[in-house]
């Protein structure tokens, strides 16, 4: 597949058929993602990834968490949308909206509470307090990881939802304290479900570029 099909059909799927993904695809989805760009080499980055039991026993504890109304407390405390820009929030209002009124908002959130039905979840960590530097290059290789995944066939979405109860990540996959967890990226294959029809769209160009 050529690079700009592998960008331009890449999406976020919020709803997975729980088929497995074979370890050595995961494996080499992430040897591909090494080959992202790294400030002076630094490669802060460490991938965890969670399947199987271990996935099992993560989804049953989120969910009754979230049952009892425990608020995420994740190590990156997410923005309140009023500390986004205008551009931003307006953004996030049309995405909102167009979700609701396509009748998608609670089937969402019950996928969500599931771990999106995911058979795999990779957990991507930086050292706490690592330079912005550091996080750059995280975002980085999150970024090449999701279309190493896609060009191998594989679908993705990077979520707050997955990293929301930390410790519960630690005591599961042995991640360290020092190690901060910096985002959840659900792994697998679509459900042929209406919820991963939806798309997102993206401003016009000329919204964001500046050519001098």
């Not at 929030?89 to 771990?115: P, W, Y």
């Not at 991640?175 to 939806?198: K, S």
């Amino acid at each position: 597949m050529e690079f700009r099909d592998v960008l331009l059909s890449r999406r976020s799927i919020r709803h997975f058929d729980g088929r497995p993904v074979p370890v050595e695809l995961l494996r080499a989805v992430v040897e591909d993602a090494q080959h992202a760009p790294s400030w002076v080499n630094a490669q802060e980055w460490k991938v965890w990834i969670a399947t199987g039991e271990k996935l099992e026993a993560i989804r049953r504890e989120y969910a009754r968490m979230t049952a009892e109304g425990v608020k995420g407390y994740a190590d990156f405390t997410p923005a309140h949308r009023d500390q986004w820009s205008a551009m931003a929030q307006d953004n996030m209002k049309t995405f909102s909206e167009r979700r609701i009124a396509a009748g998608l908002l609670e089937v969402k959130e019950a996928s969500q509470a599931q771990l999106f039905h995911a058979p795999a979840v990779a957990y991507l960590t930086v050292p706490k307090g690592a330079s912005l530097w550091a996080v750059l290059d995280l975002g980085g290789f999150e970024q090449t990881l999701l279309l190493a995944a896609a060009a191998r066939g594989i679908a993705s979405v990077p979520a707050y939802n997955l990293v929301k109860y930390p410790d519960v990540l630690r005591r599961e996959l042995g991640i360290p304290q020092c190690d901060a967890l910096a985002v959840g990226i659900a792994l697998g294959y679509p459900a042929a479900v209406p919820l991963n029809d939806f798309r997102s769209t993206r401003r016009p160009v000329d919204d964001i570029l500046t050519i001098v």
